[in-house]
């Protein structure tokens, strides 16, 4: 398969035709290639019959060259006297039959429908320096001079660089008088230029066939910009943003060979030619490490990883390159709704254009190094898709990867790089330990465990996973499937005793802040009550449910089609101490203050639909001071908010913060390392000495720590209390 691509480096077309006429001086024609170059398209669009017009010929070899070959009626103009008689005087003896003219172009002296082709070698592009009304009525002059002189049925072809206001307006003018265009890509002349170590910008030949005018005749509009395949394009802004997309890819690349990128995130789509759907997202890590002996090598997540913090943020990326000890590492993800036969069948449709993006002076016979995480590729399999008022589209996966355990997700596609809801799954049977090495791929150990995510999002803008623990096998009680009625829809049952998402395991934590504490034992312990506002996967509500056995809980949300996930996929059963309501949650706080109905810990983990405001948990609605006073109507005396707080815009942050304290004296704002949430624990009864506040806390977390280990069987600590006590801030 033959991969288009398509690059999300930060370009400007300024910047890339600044690059082009600071390299080109005075040599402008060597740009666009010679007659070795362009006969492969010449040839296939002008014929050695055909009655030739050569538009702006000036000093080029190309007339000459094809003279030579056969084609032998071949009349070339030029506005310039000295370039005429020059060219004339220079091919009188080798090409006798060829004809030299001063002529105008926008006022050609000859007669109608005269030649069957005119070629145009960079004369457009010298012509339409700009998009001004002036420039483009002298562009508009020649194209009626061209259509004029050629015959029905005869062809412009047009060798050019295609400036955006060049191709936009050579698509509109054609395409309005009812031509057929076809734009190819000229991949030998950008050969030849990246062989002499040029900047290899690329160049089109664009080739226009006259038709005769007829009403409601349709133009037929194709492409040829990657290998031998004709397209037929929808729309005239497709090929445009194709063009484009080709010539950002190109400076991209000279980018990579000047200069190192350290420190910046840069992505390329790599693209199904076939469907346009995105095969892979290529991302580009330069390490500020010199001494790195690998010079380049190729990393390929496996599927259903691509969202892990190594693979999935920048800051995890570079630190991959560094386990690798790779100067620059192209790190490589696949997509959900591809399918890829082998990690070995992968490398080989990658292997020409990771090439393209190797550092400079890298020797043409480099055998380049893929690495993955085993031998196996991994397996995304969609188990149920769905549609929901209110999110629109989603699906639901299973995703087998090497190295990591097995997952069940729920994905929205309108946004399909946020998981909304992750679940680790029971195993069938226990996984043999991973070897280094492999035939189809060297391992990068990567230093962490299992990590899955539920609406986190991570310090770049992605949805992060929380820190997940290893323990195989380690852990019971924690199933949902079988006769325990905790039964989904998929194939295998979730394993509860896992929180994918980190903050949802310090939400958890905050429930040790007030009484009722749900760690004691003791049998008379009264009944902690807890809402949950935002259920989503209902993977928070479960575990609470399931290892707070006292506990009465209310979940709500706003979606009937996610509650029913919940349910039938991610193993949420409603019962007399787990209740689900569908409703705005700023409606069932209003109508819970006015019936007096109170809570020992109301939980806000809410999306904002909203992102434009920065915020994006929860909307900003939740944190209105008027709404948070009803918040406190609703809670018991020593009762505690628990905020999952998603905020990009650091000024905004601190008006929230604020706000919030305006209402709750107490707040306690717990940093979640390598992702932006914050979870807060907001309170009007809890110390106000942040000593005694901090110590009472980590008192609560041990012991719920204790709790937590004996419910769920397992040996080590399930929240990590030095962890929690360093990214702990009293506000």
């Known amino acids: 398969m033959s991969l288009l691509p398509k690059t999300f480096h930060d370009f400007s077309s300024k910047q890339y035709w600044n690059t082009f006429f600071a390299r080109r001086g005075d040599k402008a024609f060597e740009w666009y290639g010679e007659y070795a170059e362009l006969c492969g398209m010449l040839h296939k669009y002008v014929r050695p019959q055909d009655n030739i017009l050569v538009a702006g010929c000036g000093n080029s070899t190309l007339s000459a060259d094809m003279y030579k070959v056969g084609y032998k009626s071949i009349t070339n103009v030029d506005n310039s006297e000295v370039v005429i008689r020059r060219m004339e005087e220079q091919h009188l003896t080798s090409c006798p039959e060829m004809r030299w ?113 007829m009403p409601n005749l349709r133009t037929v509009l194709e492409s040829q910009l990657d290998g031998d395949e004709v397209r037929r394009a929808e729309n005239a802004s497709q090929v445009v943003e194709r063009v484009r997309e080709l010539q950002q890819y190109a400076l991209l ?139 629109g589209g989603y699906v639901v996966e299973e995703v087998e990867a090497p190295g990591a355990p097995p997952l069940r ?32 791929g060297r391992e990068i150990e990567d230093g962490r465990r299992g990590r899955g995510k539920e609406s986190s999002e991570t310090e770049d803008g992605r949805r992060g996973k929380g820190k997940g623990r290893d323990g195989e096998g380690s852990r019971e009680g924690g199933v949902a499937g079988g006769d325990s009625g905790g039964s989904d829809g998929g194939t295998r049952p979730v394993d509860f005793s896992h929180l994918s998402c980190q903050h949802h395991l310090a939400m958890v934590g ?16 009264p009944t902690p009550h807890v809402l949950l506002l935002g259920l989503g996967g209902g993977l928070l509500a479960t575990y609470i449910h399931k290892y707070f056995p006292k506990t009465k809980m209310i979940g709500v949300d706003l979606d009937p089609a996610m509650a029913q996930v919940a349910q039938q996929f991610f193993g949420l059963v409603p019962d007399h101490r ?103 624990f907001c309170s009007r009864a809890l110390p106000r000495d942040p000593n005694k506040l901090k110590t009472r806390f980590e008192k609560g977390l041990t012991g719920l720590n204790g709790a937590l280990k004996r419910r769920i069987k397992c040996s080590e600590d399930v929240i990590d209390v030095r962890e929690v006590m360093e990214n702990l801030t009293v506000l």
Not at 320 to 344: F, K
Not at 645 to 660: A, F, K, P, S, Y
């Open 101 to 213: 003219a001063l002529m105008d172009l926008t006022n050609l002296d000859v007669g109608d429908e005269e030649f069957s082709c005119v070629l145009d070698k960079a004369a457009l592009d010298a012509m339409f320096t700009d998009g001004s009304p002036e420039i483009v009525d002298t562009v508009n002059k020649y194209f009626a001079e061209v259509s004029r002189v050629l015959r029905v049925g005869g062809r412009f072809v047009c060798i050019s660089l295609l400036q955006e206001h060049i191709v936009t307006h050579l698509l509109s003018w054609f395409s309005q008088h009812s031509w057929m265009i076809r734009v190819c890509r000229c991949e030998d002349a950008e050969r030849s230029q990246s062989e002499s170590g040029q900047f290899s910008f690329p160049v089109f030949v664009i080739v226009c066939t006259k038709f005769k005018q």
């Open 510 to 525: 905050g429930m040790a802040l007030a009484p009722p504490a749900p760690s004691q034992p003791q049998t008379n312990t």
């Open 578 to 680: 787990l209740r689900v309501e569908i409703c705005d949650g700023l409606d069932f706080i209003k109508k819970a203050a006015d019936q007096g109905t109170k809570f020992d810990f109301i939980m806000f983990d809410v999306d904002s639909k909203d992102g434009s405001l920065g915020l994006s948990c929860p909307p900003a609605a939740f944190l209105e001071p008027c709404f948070l006073e009803l918040v406190v109507a609703c809670l018991t005396q020593p009762g505690v908010l628990i905020v999952n707080l998603v905020c990009r815009d650091q000024e905004l942050r601190g008006r929230l913060m604020q706000e919030i304290k305006s209402v709750f004296p107490v707040v306690l704002s717990q940093g979640i390392p390598e992702e932006v949430n914050r979870v807060l």
């Open 409 to 440: 997700r729920l994905v929205f596609l309108n946004n399909q790089n946020v998981i909304q809801s992750e679940a680790r799954l029971v195993e069938a049977k226990e996984k043999k330990k991973r070897k280094k090495g492999g035939k189809e």
């Open 253 to 391: 690349r000279h980018t990579l060979h000047t200069k190192s990128l350290a420190g910046e995130d840069t992505a390329v789509e790599l693209c199904d030619p076939s469907s346009g759907k995105t095969r892979y997202t290529i991302h580009l890590v330069d390490s500020l490490r010199k001494t790195h002996s690998l010079r380049f090598a190729v990393f390929i997540v496996p599927h259903g990883r691509e969202r892990e913090w190594l693979f999935g943020t920048q800051t995890g990326r570079e630190r991959l390159a560094e386990n690798a000890g790779a100067r620059r590492l192209i790190v490589v993800h696949l997509q959900r709704d591809q399918t890829y036969p082998s990690l070995a069948g992968v490398q080989d449709e990658l292997s020409a254009r990771v090439m393209e993006l190797a550092p400079t002076g890298l020797p043409s016979n480099t055998k380049v190094p893929f690495l993955s995480v085993g031998a196996e590729l991994g397996e995304v399999h969609e188990i149920w898709r769905g549609e929901s008022e209110l999110s």
